[in-house]
């Protein structure tokens, strides 16, 4: 089924923005592999444990979690 995103993200779904595409990502569902449209950096996200691939200053914090 195609469900629509989410309205409202749990709290291991941390949506990055690549500054390289402007491309926002996050794992819709526990441990996707989502990479943006450029390929500069890729998330794989679950409740248990986030894995960030790519070079960390691609790297953009969306929402005012996780933002430092
Ligand atoms: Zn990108």
């Known amino acids: 089924m195609n469900a629509p995103e989410p ?3 749990a709290s291991w779904q941390r949506p990055v923005r690549c500054t390289q ?3 926002v990502i996050w794992s819709r569902y526990r441990g996707e592999f989502r990479s943006c449209k450029c390929g500069a ?3 794989d996200q679950t409740p248990h444990y986030s894995r960030y691939v790519g ?3 691609d790297f953009l ?3 005012d979690e996780g933002v430092q």
């Open 41 to 43: 950096i890729s998330v």
């Open 55 to 57: 070079n960390p200053a």
């Open 61 to 63: 914090p969306l929402g």
């Open 7 to 9: 309205p409202q993200h």
């Open 21 to 23: 595409c402007d491309d």
